[in-house]
């Protein structure tokens, strides 16, 4: 059985946060009505020439498992109409610029008065209150104005830009928290406002290094060092552009990389000149030695000496390919896994025995791979993506016909006066 | 101190009268403790008598107390208990969420597989999260937050923009901190809050969660844009201007999406005569031009202030953002109205932590504590019994 049935949602969500949360909730078997018009329809429904996207997008991963109506929320009977669909909804969710939606006349205090126990959602770059809540903001700003952008980033380079997965973890985040608030439904008979700040959330991933800011230092990005391991990074595997992470954290660890380095190295170094990455001066003559090397023995003289000891991972790193070596890392304890490109996620066996990974149909018919919600449930198999993208409207015979028992006069007469357009 | 101290600590929490037992050696585990904990569960961490492995991960505040286990672990309760025993077993019997980060090799002897779980404990709610997670051919890995970052598909298509501009050779780069495993913490959170909704129905049940599966869900675009037959590397992932814009004394984010954002940009550079040209009205020209006007607002911002080009920015509608230092969040005055955080013990000092990134009716949680001293809970009941 899906977790959620039975519970169902309003969703004027725009853009991707917000619509990634309810598009996790659908997944997880929420009835999610979303709401759009002709007048402004979804971001996929539109060309996007940046992106290199020049008509609607045949299938868009957030709208998917969503039934679709159309509401023009500039007329007066259009509010109307979606107070109609709140009054029967457990949840409504938003994602305008703070203040947009209580101009429209459906802010908090509208809502509860026809649906007194609604749990409303309201997602913003910067939170419902405070000097800065007006501020418009995609997913870099989020992430630098969080302080994840300033934290990322090669150490002697700029900070980096963070991309959708901003967005979408802010949508993961409001999903966690709407599902606590309608706990407390359960508990107390009370709904409530949920107000999920795209900043903070972004500040919450680094929340170790605001502690540290707070107490006086001053954390700096570092790239893909760590603080205490080493090896830790990401080295050149066999292969234009290709790479594999590897990470030992403890001494037994090491001991089994330098024993698997020494394996491979020896018979290139018996064959002298070989490869020439293999004779830089710090690799040590015999591979047998780096095991026994003092300079790497404990994790503390690895970490201080972690400038010789990367050139002799990257060294053997770079004559075998990436997966090669994170099958033979993982056989002996140690962490590792090649830096995946996304066909090679798209393809993955393990991902796929999941359901992380997942075959949608197109309409006319083609399947393509699309992303699973993160989890599976032993009394919820049929969790997950079940029907693709909705036309637009596709779904108000359903919506108005049948739970609102609108008659077919009635909503000819709103499709004729532009209401549901 | 934060402007949310002085509101009332006991105010009624979205979770409040929910337990949880936690056995996280790792942050995906802890940090979906942490949030549930934050909106009120009372979160028990399980830890060996040596203390938490997180209690020894930097960075460290002083005296090598973990910034990290502080900030993961505030809120909670500390019991120490060998897994296999029998008071846990009774701890999960008054429970109604078990999070564990377990090795799979190492549960059966335990018991805390998930059929000896779910026969024990049938009402529990059971919550797996583990790197590859606990099915699946890769279910028996071992992943740091890099690979979990690597093995999902956002490792590789970063950096973008001026990073990757400047450094086009070097490795590609991971997200700060512990960005994968939190993934996997949130998605583990929404996980037990479902099958917690759906408990009357249907009983506990096993919730696996695998924090590359969470990484790779909120990289969904990556697999989208490959459906639409268009495979993202980082080199050409940038954005055709704006992105990443250094300053006299830092960076700025500047991103104009909009035909009016991008008027408004024009006014901020002082409607130099390039950017008149009528053919920059059309957006795909602008993109075409790109490098062009990234050229032109790099030397325009080169000698300005982050300050000055933010607040004029602001002022007309340019989405623009100041690349925030940690010390710098911390102090940040809007974050100071929203209570962001909040002064707690550490065991290194009061420090401002961060508390929670939403807020229930109109106001910021609360955590209840720092982070808990090593088997303090059972010190607390020794002390309520005598």
């Known amino acids: 059985m899906k977790p959620l049935h039975g ?76 107070k109609k669909l709140v009054a029967i909804s457990d949840i409504a969710a938003e994602s305008f610029r703070p203040g947009v939606i209580g101009r429209l006349g459906l802010g908090f205090d509208d809502l509860k008065a026809v649906k007194p126990d609604i749990i409303m959602l309201c997602v913003s770059s910067s939170g419902q209150n405070g000097p800065d809540r007006h501020f418009a903001g995609y997913a870099p700003l989020f992430g630098a104005w969080g302080g994840l952008g300033e934290m990322t980033g090669y150490a002697d380079g700029p900070p980096v830009e963070m991309r959708h997965v901003m967005d979408h973890t802010v949508g993961m985040n409001s999903a966690v928290a709407v599902l606590a608030a309608l706990q407390r439904r359960r508990a107390t008979g009370a709904g409530g406002l949920v107000d999920v700040s795209a900043r903070e959330v972004a500040s919450s991933l680094l929340g170790e290094a605001l502690l540290l800011a707070a107490a006086g230092q001053e954390p700096h990005r570092i790239g893909n060092d760590h603080l205490a391991m080493a090896p830790h990074g990401v080295y050149p595997a066999q292969g234009e552009d290709r790479w594999v992470a590897i990470a030992v954290a403890t001494d037994a660890e090491w001991q089994a990389l330098a024993g698997i380095i020494g394996e491979y190295r020896v018979p290139a170094q018996a064959g002298i000149s070989g490869d020439g990455a293999l004779q830089r001066p710090e690799a040590p003559a015999f591979a047998g030695a780096l095991a026994g090397d003092a300079r790497f023995a404990r994790a503390a003289d690895r970490h201080a000496n972690r400038a010789a000891l990367d050139p002799i991972v990257s060294a053997w790193t770079a004559t075998l390919p990436a997966d090669d070596i994170a099958a033979m890392l993982q056989a002996a304890g140690v962490a590792a896994h090649a830096s995946w490109t996304t066909p090679e996620i798209a393809a993955d066996p393990h991902l796929r025995a999941r359901g992380a990974i997942c075959e949608v149909q197109e309409p006319d018919g083609k399947h393509r791979a699309a992303v699973g919600v993160p989890m599976r449930l032993s009394k919820g198999p049929e969790i997950g993506i079940h029907r693709g993208t909705p036309g637009l409207g596709e779904d108000e015979d359903y919506v108005y016909g049948e739970l609102l028992g609108m008659t077919r006069g009635e909503r000819q007469a709103l499709e004729e006066s532009e209401v549901i357009y | 101190m934060s402007a949310s101290s002085n509101a009332p600590l ?30 009120g569960a009372e979160v028990i961490l399980i830890e060996p008598v040596s203390g938490s492995p997180l209690r020894r991960q930097p960075p460290f505040l002083k005296d090598g107390v973990s910034a990290l286990f502080a900030y993961l672990a505030a809120g909670m309760r500390s019991r120490v208990l060998d897994p296999g025993s029998p008071a846990l077993t009774a701890l999960l019997s008054e429970s109604d969420i078990l999070i564990d980060d377990t090795p799979l090799a190492a549960r059966a002897a335990s018991g805390l597989d998930e059929e000896t779980i779910a026969r024990r404990h049938p009402g529990l709610i059971h919550v797996s999260v583990l790197p590859f997670g606990a099915y699946g051919p890769k279910a028996g890995w071992k992943a740091e937050d890099i690979q979990v970052q690597h093995a999902s598909g956002e490792g590789n298509l970063l950096p973008n923009g001026l990073a990757v501009e400047l450094f086009p050779d070097r490795a590609p780069l991971k997200i700060h901190g512990h960005f994968g495993e939190m993934q996997g913490g949130i998605a583990a959170a929404l996980g037990a809050l479902a099958a917690l909704w759906a408990r009357p129905e249907a009983g506990g049940q096993f919730v696996d969660v695998a924090s590359q599966d969470a990484a790779l869900a909120v990289g969904a675009f990556a697999i989208q844009r490959l459906g639409d037959g268009s495979i993202e590397h980082r080199v050409e992932r940038s954005f055709r201007y704006g992105g990443v814009i250094p300053c006299a004394d830092g960076h700025v984010e500047l991103l104009t999406l909009e035909q009016r954002q991008w008027h408004g940009l024009v006014k901020l550079l002082g409607e130099p005569a390039w950017a008149l040209d009528p053919a920059l009205e059309d957006s795909l020209e602008r993109s075409r031009q790109g490098p062009m006007i990234n050229g032109h607002i790099r030397a325009w911002a080169s000698s300005r202030r982050v300050e000055d080009i933010v607040r004029e920015g ?24 929203r209570g962001l955080f909040q002064p707690v013990e550490t065991g290194a000092g009061v420090f401002d932590m961060l508390v929670s990134p939403f807020q229930f009716d109109g106001a910021p949680l609360h955590l209840r504590s720092g982070p808990p001293a090593l088997g303090e809970y059972d010190r607390f009941k020794a002390e309520a019994r005598a």
């Open chain 1, 7 to 82: 519970i169902r949602i309003a969703d004027f969500t725009v853009h991707n946060a917000g619509p990634f949360c309810t598009h996790l909730l659908s997944q997880l078997g929420a009835e999610v009505i979303k709401i759009e018009s002709a007048m402004r329809p979804d971001a996929f429904r539109k060309p996007h020439p940046v992106y290199g996207r020049m008509g609607p997008a045949t299938f868009d991963q957030v709208a998917s498992t969503k039934l679709s109506v159309r509401i023009n929320l500039k007329k007066p009977e259009g509010v109307v109409l979606a």
């Open chain 2, 10 to 39: 006991t105010g009624l929490r979205p979770l409040d009268g929910l337990r949880i037992v936690l056995t996280a050696r790792g942050v995906a585990a802890a940090y979906a403790g942490r949030l549930l904990g934050t909106m």
């Open chain 2, 314 to 337: 602001q002022a007309l509608s340019v989405p623009l953002a100041k690349y925030y230092t940690p010390a710098e969040v911390v102090r940040d005055p809007h974050e100071k109205v």
